[in-house]
Nanobody, 127 residues
Framework: QVPLVESGGGSVQAGGSLRLSCAVSVYSNLCMAWFRQAPGKEREGIAT???????NYADSVKGRFTISQDNTKNTLYLQMSNLKPEDTAMYYCAAGTNRAYSGYGYCLTTAQTYTYWGQGTQVTVSS
């Protein structure tokens, strides 16, 4: 069984919105996160959520993106608003245990600290 499966990507015009979903089938995760990777660029951590609910965002998406989780549905979400062409990338959800936890009440955005990854979903924003 694939541990994480993303959906909800697509093409949208600048200023539009999308909601990504990630079906989660690995449990006891301290940290859940969304990353993105544009062609020729490194994978960037953009939003994390600690098991007790504290969230953390990259400056590039703060105020526009919201990470949330519905534990009753075992689903992680990323609500994206006011999308910009520079948001175009493959988006991945990730799950991590204590390696992804900072120890200070929030989760890290370092890809190497996460254990499980989805296959990605493409988001394309046109100007």
């Amino acid at each position: 069984q694939v541990p994480l499966v993303e959906s909800g990507g697509g093409s949208v015009q600048a200023g539009g919105s999308l909601r990504l979903s990630c079906a989660v089938s690995v449990y006891s995760n301290l940290c859940m996160a969304w990353f993105r990777q544009a062609p020729g660029k490194e994978r960037e951590g953009i939003a994390t959520v600690y098991s007790v609910g504290r969230t953390n965002y990259a400056d590039s998406v703060k105020g526009r993106f919201t990470i949330s989780q519905d534990n009753t549905k075992n689903t992680l979400y990323l609500q994206m608003s006011n999308l910009k062409p520079e948001d175009t990338a493959m988006y991945y959800c990730a799950a991590g245990t204590n390696r992804a936890y900072s120890g200070y009440g929030y989760c890290l955005t370092t890809a190497q600290t996460y254990t499980y990854w989805g296959q990605g979903t493409q988001v394309t924003v046109s100007s």
